[in-house]
Antibody, heavy 118, light 106 residues
Framework: EVQLVQSGAEVKKPGESLKISCQGS????????IGWVRQVPGKGLEWMGI????????RYSPSFQGQITISVDKSITTAYLRWSSLQASDTAMYFC???????????WGQGTLVTVSS | DIQMTQSPSSLSASVGDRVTITCRAS??????LNWYQQKPGKAPKLLIY???RLQSGVPSRFSGSLSATDFTLTIGSLQPEDFAIYYC?????????FGGGTKVEI
């Protein structure tokens, strides 16, 4: 079974750094792009960026470029989403998802809730 | 960036109704259009990819189509478990933006 398992919920203060993870299993991890999506509570889905584990090729949405870093460690089949300095506006649920042949997203991880509050 | 305009933003329907949701791209995206269903507290679930291809395991009452510049998700006969939020997303070129969502309510 293809599965993506994300790290647990986080509570952070503004200005702190954070890295959340997404571990893939049940497929050849290096052959499929992994994407990240943000969902602010009560709002819609926002596409953040994707990474190809085979060569770490990364594409960011202009809305998130410079605010986040997407990385991967293919030795442990895990993708990461990192912030160097969190803001309250980063409070959201973050999902990872495997990208299909034409970049549809399936399956999805269960989500990681990030809360940023002083 | 390609903008995705989804309509309506919400709709009320009854079990057994035929429901149609529309998505329009700000420029040509060929057939690179996907539909997702999201229930409260859950991750989105892929329903349709490539505009009209049904994802494995998704009931056949869900279908997708393209007419001129409009992509359509149709639920042939609404079931109680279909009350959710539906999103379109293009995957033509990055960023792969989502539509604003359609909430299907009783």
């Amino acid at each position: 079974e293809v599965q993506l398992v994300q790290s647990g919920a986080e509570v952070k203060k503004p200005g702190e750094s954070l890295k959340i993870s997404c571990q893939g299993s049940g497929y050849n991890f290096t052959n499929y792009w992994i994407g990240w999506v943000r969902q602010v509570p009560g709002k819609g889905l926002e596409w953040m960026g994707i990474i190809y584990p085979g060569d770490s090729d990364t594409r960011y949405s202009p809305s998130f470029q410079g605010q986040i870093t997407i990385s991967v460690d293919k030795s442990i089949t895990t993708a990461y989403l990192r912030w160097s300095s969190l803001q309250a506006s980063d409070t959201a649920m973050y999902f990872c998802a495997r990208q299909g042949k034409e970049n549809w997203s399936d399956p999805w991880g269960q989500g990681t809730l990030v809360t940023v509050s002083s | 960036d390609i903008q995705m305009t989804q309509s309506p933003s919400s709709l009320s329907a009854s079990v057994g109704d035929r429901v149609t949701i529309t998505c329009r791209a700000s420029q040509s995206i060929s057939i690179y259009l996907n539909w997702y269903q999201q229930k409260p507290g859950k991750a989105p679930k892929l329903l349709i990819y490539g505009a009209s291809r049904l994802q494995s395991g998704v009931p056949s009452r869900f279908s997708g189509s393209l007419s001129a510049t409009d992509f359509t998700l149709t639920i042939g006969s609404l079931q109680p478990e279909d009350f959710a939020i539906y999103y379109c997303q293009h995957s033509y070129t990055t960023p792969f933006t989502f539509g604003g969502g359609t909430k299907v309510e009783i």
